[in-house]
């Protein structure tokens, strides 16, 4: 699915990614830990595209295709999808509305059919209820004035929706009462299909008691440090991650 | 980002084409025989005549206003043709199958069928191409319910006494230099009466054209609703691309008797120039509204296009409880300039204003509002809600705010409300994560900006807002 080969990046001329390698199969779920400032969020932003990031040199495979030879929107059609930290509002475009505008650009590029108007309620429907968020939300602004945990799920509602094939999601645990977390865990052990891979970024050990991981890696000093299975995420939680400094190039 | 959505801001047009239609068209110049010419042509009675004149002698003496946020070379008042005429209007068609069929083609590309079959359900039509109305529909459906609905032209003819009665009532000759002007020149434009207690049956537009070169355009509205009447009346303005500046200057006048309610809707989209700044329209139009005792006056606009917009359609809340209402979108792109807003003129008791205005900028534009709230010693209770907000798309544009209050009555509550705000990066990622492309995120998060005024045009048109919206972004982000 992703095969990431000695990845620089920087954003503001200040180097973020060393040389990063990692390599993601069909249908495998990574969790990416690790301390602050350590290039997590940075590797979602420059996977995805984000204005601000550039990349230095190393090379980046999504399903085959050179990732760096696409455009931001592009990558998201061909089925990568980030769900943000830090969801942001969009005043007055009805979540119902953008969704629908996604979902029609994804489905157009997999030569798809767009859904009929009535079509895409009953699954915006149906898929808000399996977040637990209320319909009316549809109706709302995109985020507009939605909770911290709202927003999340509106993260997770479009996901589902978008049916993408890589799912990132970056510190999607953070500020979420264990209520909504259960929300987002069960959005993507419902998704895992055995195809669709997932990238997890998070902090803390908890998130990975509900979305059970394949991989586990540290990512310190811009790089993997230790990779292992779930157990490592543990150790983690208890150790703390000054025990892996002298891993740090 | 920024840089990203700055360049889309190429701009095309779609009305911008010329018809080859024959007229007659004045020489350039403005002087008495040039009115007299253009009365004679209306065949005015001599009231009209003498109205006419005496705005041209007030005008004479007046000067341009400069105190708007615009910049444009100066205008020679005597290089502009003010008659243009279709030749095959000489004699007004009787029917729409005596039209030149090439003037209802130039309709037809607009989008504007004037056939009633073709035409939108519910909407009746006059058209107005350069100076003269070209053809009105549903009037006869319309008369069945007592509405009067024609070009002004004829009303001057055939209504004498509520034209004499009305015209000037809100906006006099003098009240400003391109009012004056108006009055002395003005060609044509739409009549409007509804009688007590008719809630006009369907919605009634104009559409202005302006096709030939070197014209300006003048039209003249009045719009009459009496006592407990409703009516929605919505105008559109499109003009060919050129790369000379045309000068329209309308002056609009609405009477909402009392329990009255006039919604009066703009979707102006003149040739707003091209991206480097030639061309274009100006638009200077006086547009206001009295309200009498619990009546209610709401403008509606929708600003796109013309190189330069001075236009501040206002209301005078004359009477006890009247309500005044003003939502406003102010798109402006490349070099165009918007100084928009409106007046709210609180006279009457427990008179209430909205005031909803929201400008766009983008390239090297700039918008600004322009408004007046004032509540006179008499308006007991009145109250007053006003919110601009301005959208910024890229950093070379400029929106700038101008809001004056008046208040003379201690038991006012008077509300403002401002914001300024840009596209933000991660608005823009966000939707381009989502699979959309950079234009249609531009396009959906101005929309969203604009909803609430939207949200008050009719339904039909509100469809087409978002539309010339987005034509009118095309091009701003890359």
């Known amino acids: 699915m992703l095969q990431i080969k000695e990845l620089v990046a920087e954003i503001d001329g200040k180097q973020i990614l060393n040389g990063l390698n990692l390599t993601i199969g069909d249908g495998e779920v990574h969790a990416i830990m690790g301390p602050n400032g350590a290039g997590k969020s940075t590797l979602g932003n420059v996977l995805t595209g984000r204005d601000g990031y550039e990349v230095k040199s190393g090379e980046v495979l999504f399903n085959g295709k050179n990732l760096f030879d696409l455009e931001i929107e592009e990558r998201a059609r061909e089925g990568m999808f980030l769900a943000f930290q830090y969801p942001v509002e969009i005043p007055g475009v009805s979540n119902m509305e953008f969704l629908k505008a996604s979902l029609d650009a994804r489905r157009k590029h997999q ?14 429907r149906e898929t808000s209820a399996k977040v637990s ?30 049916e993408p094939q890589l799912c990132i999601l970056d510190e999607t645990d953070s500020g979420l009462d264990i209520d909504a977390l259960q929300v987002v865990a069960n959005g993507v052990n419902a998704m895992r299909d055995g195809k669709r891979s997932f990238i997890v970024v998070t902090h803390y050990q908890r998130l990975l008691d509900y979305i059970v991981p394949d991989h586990v890696h540290v990512l310190a000093g811009g790089k993997i440090v230790k990779s292992g299975d779930k157990e490592l995420a543990k150790e983690l939680e208890a150790k703390g991650y000054g025990w892996l400094e002298g891993e740090v190039a | 980002m920024s ?32 009115i007299r010419h253009i009365s004679a042509q209306k065949e005015e009675p001599q009231w009209m005549l003498d109205w006419r004149l005496k705005a041209f002698e007030a005008w004479k003496q007046m000067v341009e206003p400069t105190w708007a946020h615009v910049h444009y070379p100066k205008i020679d008042f005597q290089s502009i043709s003010y008659y243009s005429s279709p030749k095959s209007m000489k004699n007004r068609p009787k029917s729409l199958d005596e039209v030149d069929p090439e003037l209802l083609e130039t309709y037809k590309k607009l989008g504007i069928p004037l056939h009633e079959q073709e035409a939108l359900a519910g909407v009746a039509v006059d058209a107005v191409f350069d100076s003269v109305s070209v053809v009105t529909t549903f009037r006869e459906k319309l008369k069945d319910a007592g509405v009067i609905f024609c070009p002004i ?36 434009g739409s009549f409007v009466y509804i009688p007590k207690g008719v809630r006009c049956p369907m919605e009634l537009s104009t559409y202005f054209r302006i096709n030939e070169l070197n014209t300006g355009q003048f039209e003249r509205t009045l719009i009459v609703a009496d006592e407990g009447s409703y009516v929605s009346y919505l105008e559109g303005c499109t003009a060919p691309m050129r790369d000379e500046n045309q000068l329209h200057a309308a002056v609009v006048e609405l009477v909402a008797l009392d329990d009255a309610r006039i919604k009066y809707s703009t979707v102006q989209n ?17 547009k206001r509204g009295i309200a009498h005792t619990n009546a209610r006056i709401s403008w509606t606009q929708v600003e796109t296009g013309s190189a330069v917009t001075w236009k501040y359609p206002s209301c005078i809340l004359k009477g006890d409880n009247s309500v005044g209402e003003f939502y406003s979108v102010a798109l402006t792109n490349n070099f165009q300039q918007a100084d928009t807003g409106t007046k709210m003129i609180h006279l009457g008791k427990n008179t209430s204003s909205t005031i909803i205005a929201k400008g766009i900028s983008a390239g090297r534009s700039n918008s600004s509002y322009r408004g007046l709230v004032r509540i006179n010693p008499g308006a007991e209770g009145a109250r007053n809600f006003t919110q601009c907000d301005s959208l910024l798309i890229g950093d070379r544009c400029g ?14 509550v008077i509300e403002h409300e401002a914001t300024t705000s840009k596209v933000s990066d991660d608005q823009m990622f966000l939707c381009q994560q989502r699979g959309l492309d950079a234009e249609k995120a531009v396009s959906m998060i101005v929309n969203g900006f604009c909803r609430e005024v939207f949200k008050e045009l009719p339904m039909e048109f509100a469809v087409e807002a978002g539309k010339l919206l987005e034509v009118s972004l095309e091009g701003s982000v890359g």
């Not at chain 1, 319909?135 to 509602?157: D, H, P, Q, T």
């Not at chain 2, 779609?14 to 068209?25: K, L, M, V, Y």
């Not at chain 2, 001057?156 to 906006?171: A, M, N």
């Open chain 1, 111 to 124: 030569g798809l059919e767009e859904l009929s108007s009535f079509d895409f309620m009953k699954l915006a």
């Open chain 1, 133 to 162: 968020l209320d319909a009316a939300f549809l109706k709302r602004g995109v985020n507009e004035g939605f909770s911290g945990g709202e927003k999340k799920r509106n993260e997770i509602l479009q996901m589902m929706l978008l």
């Open chain 2, 3 to 34: 840089e990203q959505v700055e360049s889309l801001i190429r701009k095309d047009y779609a009305a911008g084409f010329h018809s080859a239609i024959e007229s007659d068209t004045l020489p350039p110049g403005l002087n008495e025989d040039v």
């Open chain 2, 153 to 188: 032209s004829e009303a001057i003819r055939e209504y004498p006494e509520l034209v004499q009665k009305y015209l000037g009532s809100v906006v006099p000759q003098k009240d400003n230099f391109y009012a004056a002007l108006n009055s002395a020149v003005f060609s044509d």
């Open chain 2, 270 to 286: 003149w040739y707003p120039g091209d991206k480097d700044g030639k061309g274009g329209i100006y638009n200077f139009v006086t």
């Open chain 2, 399 to 412: 929106a700038h705010t101008f809001p004056y209050i008046e208040n003379r009555n201690s038991s006012a």
